[in-house]
């Protein structure tokens, strides 16, 4: 009987056990949640005191400089700037001294520009009449020491070549006309009258008026073919042409100055470079045209304009020239 009733005492203290274990289950599924913790406020943060500045007087070696000063929350982080680049600036080079120019050389030559409607060239310009009829061709002029023209040497037409005589008329018996260009000099001569009488009337007055020379007069120069020297004796070139005004005044005579090494060409030297002086019992012509002048003169082209060339003045010539004005 003892065993079955310490046996029921166990069963009873195990049911016990498990009845009170579903008792203590239910009370924590079934009970109410517990309430939520409040909140605290977080502690503001205690304010940094700076530290009072530094006085003027003190060095910046004295005031204590933080290794790491703190940084405030709100500060921004600010990144480092890029480097840019800049060229190096150019070494500025000192310009160099002004020098002053020498003085431009003398000039050699002086040039006079002559009118074409007023200036014509005189070998082979035909000779009419009054009545506008051609007799002939001038072929050459002759001047006195002064270098005066005194006559005209023409070349008297024949029949077709055929009696061609040269004969010499005074100067002062033509007119000259660069407008006409198919006879630019007139001999006036009577109507009807032969051109060879009037030449020998010429001849017979000479003998006893002396400013109208006759032919044989051995104080005339006659310009074409005749050479153009200096004073020393140097040759220039040779007299191929005069050009002469409407006022019957020669304005230049046309040289050619070329030779068998130089290149043939022609100048036209002003009349005021050009001397007639007596030589050998003759007139001979000579001017002062160097070889650097020539060289440096124009050349001569009958369908240009024609520039006369003469020496450039010296100075004391220019300023004789320059007081008789």
Not at 73 to 90: L, N
Not at 122 to 146: E, N, T
Not at 219 to 246: C, P, Q, S, W, Y
Request: charged content about 20%; aromatic content about 4%; some cysteine.
């Amino acid at each position: 009987m003892s065993g079955g009733s310490s046996r029921q005492c166990l069963i009873g203290r195990i049911l016990l056990v498990l009845l009170l274990s579903m008792l203590a289950g239910c009370s924590t599924w079934f009970a109410p949640p517990p309430a939520p913790e409040p909140e605290q406020p977080a502690p503001e943060p205690a304010p940094v005191e700076e530290p009072p500045p530094a006085p003027a007087s003190d060095t910046l070696a004295s005031a204590p400089v933080a290794a790491n000063p703190p940084r405030e929350a709100s500060e921004p982080k600010h990144t480092a700037p890029k480097p840019v680049y800049r060229p190096a600036p150019k070494p500025r080079v000192a310009p160099p001294p002004t020098q002053t120019p020498p003085p431009a050389p003398p000039p050699l030559i002086s040039l006079r520009a002559l009118a074409a409607a007023d200036t014509h060239g005189l070998l082979d310009a035909r000779v009419q009449r009054p009545d506008g009829k051609v007799i002939g061709r001038a072929i050459d002029m002759f001047v006195d020491a002064a270098g005066k023209p005194r006559e005209m040497l023409v070349n008297l037409a024949g029949f077709m070549g055929i009696g061609d005589r040269k004969m010499r008329f005074p100067w002062v018996d033509f007119k000259f006309d660069a407008a006409q260009k198919k006879a630019p000099i007139t001999l006036a001569i009577p109507p009807g009258e032969a051109p060879a009488s009037a030449s020998a009337k010429q001849k017979d007055k000479a003998a006893g008026k002396p400013g109208r020379a006759g032919a044989e007069d051995a104080h005339l120069l006659g310009m074409i073919d005749t050479t153009a020297e200096r004073r020393n004796g140097t040759r220039v070139g040779r007299v191929v042409d005069v050009l002469v005004d409407n006022r019957g005044e020669p304005q230049a005579a046309v040289v050619d100055v070329g030779s068998l090494i130089h290149e043939r060409r022609s100048i036209a030297a002003d009349w005021s470079a050009l001397r007639f002086v007596p030589k050998d019992g003759a007139l001979s012509l000579q001017t002062d045209l160097s070889d650097a002048q020539v060289n440096a003169a124009p050349p001569y082209l009958p369908s240009q304009p024609v520039r006369a060339v003469s020496p450039a003045p010296t100075n004391a010539a220019a300023s004789a020239a320059s007081a008789t004005r």
